[in-house]
């Protein structure tokens, strides 16, 4: 079993919309969560972190953490067409784990 | 603040070479991961290095080692390269404080094997 899930997508949107990536972990003892962009061809940019249960929000994006059901979310609300990324979830452990990224894509 | 820097950006090399990389991460950070990202695998964790020990390993052969300095900069070797090896190899830096650990990651070196 893979420590970290993600759906690959592609997930699509139109301009204006709500974007929902989801996350689900394996180990229950994992106490931080991030939420990395990566761009075609570039490194991956930090854009939300979550310790605690709960919603996060920073702009436009708002993270949801729920520890009992080992599910991680970030929502992207009035999604642009520069959202267009790969959009890797990282949950800590003895180490970084990252999931395989899911991609999207804002069509205006 | 400036952020991680990699060395070289761009690297082609013969099946059999070996090759260091080199990382310097962000002023005040001593942790450094280093991590292998390929189209079919995504990021993998190589190794984690905090004030100058390895302090976790992924599951990646002996030929690939790292070191870190006093300073926090880190390398990473690959020896005997293999086509396999060709990939983007990322580092990231953190304060290394596991209650905040944030990692900060690098352009990246592309690692072409021929």
């Known amino acids: 079993q893979k420590e970290v899930e993600q759906n690959s997508g592609p997930l699509s949107v139109p301009e204006g919309a709500i974007a929902s990536l989801n996350c689900t972990y394996s180990?229950?003892?994992?106490?931080?969560f991030f939420w990395y962009r990566q761009y075609s061809g570039k490194s991956p940019e930090l854009i939300m972190s979550i310790y605690s249960n709960g919603d996060k929000e920073d702009g436009r994006f708002t993270a949801q953490l729920n520890k009992a059901s080992q599910y991680v979310s970030l929502l992207i609300r009035d999604s642009q067409p520069s959202d267009s990324a790969t959009y890797l979830c990282a949950v800590t452990g003895n180490q970084f784990y990252f999931g395989t990224g899911t991609s999207l894509t804002v069509i205006p | 603040k400036a952020g991680v820097t990699q060395t070289p950006r761009y690297l082609i090399k013969t099946r059999g070479q070996q090759v260091t990389l080199s990382c310097s991460p962000i002023s005040g950070h001593r942790s450094v991961s280093w991590y292998q990202q390929t189209p079919g695998q995504g990021l993998q964790f190589l190794f984690e290095?905090?004030?100058?020990?390895?302090?976790n390993k992924g599951n990646f052969p002996g030929r690939f080692s790292g070191r870190q300095f006093s300073n926090s900069r880190s390398e990473m070797n690959v020896s005997t390269l293999e086509l396999g090896d060709s990939a983007l190899y990322l580092c990231a830096s953190s304060l290394g404080d596991r209650d905040f650990y944030e990692q900060y990651f690098g352009p990246g070196t592309r690692l072409t094997v021929t």
């Open positions: 180990d229950r003892g994992s106490q931080s």
């Open positions: 290095y905090f004030s100058e020990t390895q302090r």
